[in-house]
């Protein structure tokens, strides 16, 4: 259980993301305030701009009074360590912190709001310490088969877990494999995640108390996009981790993107391109930089540095390969039957279209060409069905184990 300054940090955090909220809705309905007494292309009269002038002032008092209130809330809060008692941390508050990590993510590091995660291994919800003697206690029975999951966008390593079931869990036990869950903040640069999770691993490899025969990788969604990040400049950089690597397996991965994502921004273009609206396309580019990474699927700096990620683009990704020398596996979910039209296939999983999830591409270079018998279908399954269907953990065992 968290102490009193763990609870105290994640609510300073908290009272920080209210207070900084409450200023960018304050400063939201100032702007629709002139907009509307200033139409756009017509002259403005006197009183027009006595008007705005005594608003102004009230928008002012507004934004001080917030961040005075803040700024006591935030010094009290800090104070409370000696008076709070030991609260317990339910699975849903997590949920609530990485879905929240998820959506403005980017913005708790920059702002290092304390509600931000950190990357970290973990297992039981446990961090993992990189060394000898903690990995030792963590796995009495440790091996050198490496089982590592990476959850999805919004996620965290406990919600593997659905009705029951753990994949990781589960192939560890059949398997006999050492299960580690990655946890990460997910509103980051997917290539930001893929970078550090690359140094991770490679200080996880190079701390292992026993000798690696292999390293594994199971993906959900974003996960898979972050894990060929990390592939992607581990081999770059000839890390020592990327040797051991074997087998990849992505679950509803969007290796092209996701159709709400790119709905999206067809949102915040249509806001910007209406006087009156104008001001409400600041809450389309509140989401997060990992989730606009979502909309074709970026892997890398190049793909989002120097462009605006709000901008209406064509696909600006660079080609990157599957590994070569890694087998690599991906299944995708169709919320329709199987004999169904195929325009219930091209929806897929309400989230991730067929194409996207199977690598699919009309353009050859970034047609990621699986492997024949490498993908599966799972029909009458959502996005999140994949982490809990009992045919769907089949088919991953029976790739593994092949």
């Known amino acids: 259980m968290p102490n009193n300054k763990q609870t105290s940090s994640y609510l300073q955090g908290l ?56 700024k006591n809330l935030d010094k009290a809060l800090g104070q409370l360590d000696s008076v709070l008692g030991e609260i317990k941390t339910t699975s849903e508050k997590k949920a609530i912190r990485s879905a929240l990590n998820g959506v403005v993510g980017d913005y708790l590091e920059e702002n290092k709001n304390p509600l931000k995660i950190t990357m970290q291994f973990r297992y039981l919800s446990k961090p993992i310490t990189l060394n000898h003697q903690n990995l030792g206690v963590i796995y009495p029975r440790i091996n050198g088969k490496i089982l590592l999951m990476v959850h999805g966008a919004c996620m965290n390593d406990l919600q593997w877990r659905r009705k029951g079931h753990n994949h990781g869990e589960a192939l560890a036990e059949e398997l006999n494999k050492t299960p580690i869950y990655l946890h990460y ?7 930001t995640n893929g970078k550090d999770l690359s140094e991770l691993l490679e200080n996880l490899i190079l701390t292992w108390p026993v000798a690696i025969e292999e390293l594994v990788i199971v993906s959900h969604s974003m996960g898979g996009l972050v894990s060929r990040s990390a592939i992607h400049y581990g081999m770059q950089k000839h890390k020592t981790w990327t040797t051991y690597l074997k087998k990849i397996v992505f679950l509803g991965t969007p290796h092209h993107g ?7 921004n067809y949102l915040d273009v249509i806001l910007e391109s209406i006087p009156y609206a104008k001001p409400f396309a600041r809450l ?37 390969p599957l590994p070569e020398h890694v087998d690599c596996y991906s299944i995708a979910a169709v919320i329709g039957k199987e004999n169904k039209s195929l325009s219930h296939r091209i929806v897929g999983d309400s989230l991730v279209d ?18 024949k018998n490498s993908t599966w279908i799972a029909f009458e399954n959502n996005h999140l069905d994949l982490l809990n269907n009992p045919k769907v953990y089949c088919q991953i065992k029976a790739w593994l184990i092949s």
């Open 15 to 70: 009272t920080r993301l209210i207070v900084d909220t409450t200023i960018g809705l304050t400063n939201l309905v100032e702007t629709m305030h002139k907009r509307i007494v200033h139409p756009p292309l017509l002259p403005s009269t006197p009183i027009q701009h006595l008007i705005t002038h005594i608003a102004g002032i009230s928008y002012k008092n507004i934004r001080w009074s917030t961040e005075l209130i803040g």
């Open 185 to 191: 903040n997910s509103g980051r640069h997917i290539s």
């Open 258 to 264: 996701a159709p709400l994502e790119r709905t999206g």
């Open 284 to 320: 389309g580019k509140v989401r997060s930089a990992g989730i606009t990474d979502l909309r074709y699927g970026n892997l890398i700096d190049e793909d989002w540095s120097d462009k605006d990620r709000f901008q209406l683009q064509k696909d600006p990704r660079q080609p990157i």
């Open 354 to 371: 067929l194409k996207s999830a199977l690598g699919q591409h009309s353009n050859p270079s970034k047609n990621l060409a699986f492997k």
